[in-house]
């Protein structure tokens, strides 16, 4: 008696394991394996992406102190490090930085919040030691706000004047990162970098979100044709980027740094109606794929401007 109803145990265990692993539902949540990185294990994680050519003269590599990082405060919102080059590029004088990252920024009527991110984020960088180029892409007006597309015109135009394979970083120009310990270079794995946010009081709104701050590897922005040109208007393109793009190429993983790091202000602006069909085309793009974006991207540039803080690329859609 006693061996049958082990048998029949085995049997179910058996059943309920194979349940798990074929069970239709099983993929349809993507699972965040590494959440909540340590300060001492991001410059593990980074890889390096600004290699010394032979052309250059020999420096040190620019040391990254991620303990002083995180002691970081903004002393003057007038004074940078060392000069920024016309067009908003800056590098270290003094080493060789190991990450270089361009950072992407789609615009439209915030003149005060562009102001005050420039002025932020200028001396955020520089404490990190790296090098880095800041895009700002406005879109002309007439039609609706399309955020999704400026990341990928911002992508392709940065990608003409970069040397070497870039770490894009994609950023809301109403996010001010908090702590400096929030290293803005890139992993193999997509970050997520602002996951935490004070509107939502520092906490994670859904474990999926991928929208705000990230930093994504040009090589993984293109093998997932860039984001979806499809959603103009406000919503849906973060989650159809992660959701439909990066998570099937990643094996469902990103990462986030710990929540004490990850710390973001929003600056206060009026919310935007969200458009009334991005669940249809979020649901279309769960059939479709990455099958438009950066191969169907069509825009004129009006102008570019280097300007003192930034570069300006104006473009019409």
């Known amino acids: 008696m006693k061996k049958i109803t082990a048998q029949r145990l085995i049997r179910l265990f058996l059943w309920i394991i194979i349940a798990l692993l074929f069970h239709p539902e099983r993929f349809s949540e993507p699972v965040i394996r590494i959440n909540g990185l340590k300060a001492n294990d991001i410059l593990k994680e980074l890889q390096t992406n600004n290699i010394m050519s032979s052309t250059e003269p020999f420096q040190d590599k620019c040391e990254v102190n991620i303990d002083v990082l995180g002691e970081w405060q903004l002393s003057s919102l007038e004074e940078h490090v060392t000069p920024i080059v016309k067009g908003g590029r800056w590098k270290p004088e003094q080493c060789h930085p190991q990450f270089d990252s361009t ?142 793009r990066v998570a099937p190429h990643t094996n469902n993983l990103m990462i986030r740094y710990d929540a ?27 059939y479709s794929g990455p099958d438009e974006g950066l191969n169907s991207l069509n825009y004129s540039v009006i102008s570019t401007v280097e300007r003192d803080l930034y570069t300006h690329i104006l473009v019409a859609l």
């Not at 499809?230 to 159809?240: K, L, P, V």
């Not at 004490?260 to 769960?286: C, N, T, W």
Request: aromatic share 14%.
């Open 260 to 286: 004490s790091i990850a710390k973001y202000q929003m600056l206060h602006h009026e919310k935007e109606v969200p458009a009334e069909d991005r669940f249809i085309k979020l649901e279309k793009g769960r």
């Open 103 to 244: 950072i992407i920024v789609p615009y439209r009527n915030r003149a005060d919040h562009l102001e005050r991110f420039l002025q932020w984020m200028h001396p955020f960088l520089q404490a990190q030691n790296i090098s880095y180029a800041i895009y700002v892409i406005e879109q002309l007006p007439g039609k609706p706000f399309n955020r999704a597309k400026l990341f990928n015109i911002g992508f392709q135009e940065a990608k003409k004047l970069a040397r070497h394979k870039q770490c894009l970083v994609f950023h809301d120009v109403d996010l001010l990162p908090l702590n400096a310990q929030n290293l803005y270079g890139c992993s193999k794995l997509p970050i997520h970098l602002s996951a935490f946010i004070d509107t939502f009081r520092f906490n994670l709104p859904y474990l999926t979100l991928f929208g705000g701050a990230l930093s994504v590897s040009e090589e993984t922005f293109e093998a997932v044709n860039g984001f979806s040109n499809s959603f103009s208007g406000w919503g849906g393109e973060d989650d159809d980027f992660w959701t439909n």
